[in-house]
């Protein structure tokens, strides 16, 4: 006797487990199939791979998903659009990765008349500041005087005529404008 998909999915999600291994055993191959288009569209070298892509959405996008199954075609429909969205997570985690630091942004900044910095990356540094200039020179000003002329918060605010909140606020959104500016310099 053959149980229907969408039963079995049905009772998946209520927390059977045989249900859940019966049909996995159903629809992994077509999952696969969707998974390798999916990634077929993605950039060379992509780290993930169609098996894994169809374990991540069926144990942990499908397992929790709490809208009823109405037919096959729905749950490979909505197994299509969780593909996408892991795709999409990968994607920003990568990405994330790829940030610097605000952090890292001031320790380039306090190092960058240092000789042994590559010229690439002060060049970096020194056009992200520019055009930090060019949008806050408030802000600038505030990052010039901290991390490139050495000064404490105190000795900022008073050469700057601004309170010491102003000037910390001041250099926190610079240097967060300017490591998005230098995605992937690390």
């Known amino acids: 006797m053959e149980v229907p998909l969408t039963l079995l999915l049905s009772r998946a999600q209520l927390g059977d487990r045989f249900a859940e291994n019966l049909a996995a055993r159903l629809v992994v191959d077509k999952l696969r199939t969707m998974a390798r288009a999916l990634l077929g569209r993605e950039r060379k070298g992509h780290t993930l791979q169609a098996t894994a892509l169809v374990s991540e959405v069926f144990i942990q996008k499908l397992r929790r998903l709490e809208t009823p199954i109405l037919s096959r075609e729905h749950y ?20 994330a990765q790829k940030r610097v630091p605000p952090d890292a942004v001031a320790d380039l900044l306090m190092t960058s008349g240092n000789s042994s910095m590559d010229a690439d990356t002060r ?4 056009q992200a500041f520019e055009r930090l200039a060019a949008l806050d020179a408030k802000a600038a000003a505030a990052i010039r005087c901290r991390f490139i002329d050495g000064y404490t918060v105190q000795q900022a605010a008073e050469r700057l005529n601004s309170p010491r909140w102003k000037v910390r606020a001041d250099c ?13 310099l690390s």
């Open 172 to 184: 926190e959104f610079g240097l967060k404008w300017m490591a998005d500016g230098l995605r992937g």
């Open 123 to 126: 060049l970096a540094v020194q």
């Open 76 to 95: 490979y429909s909505m197994a299509a659009y969780a593909m996408r969205q892991v795709l999409i997570d990968h994607a920003r985690a990568r990405s």
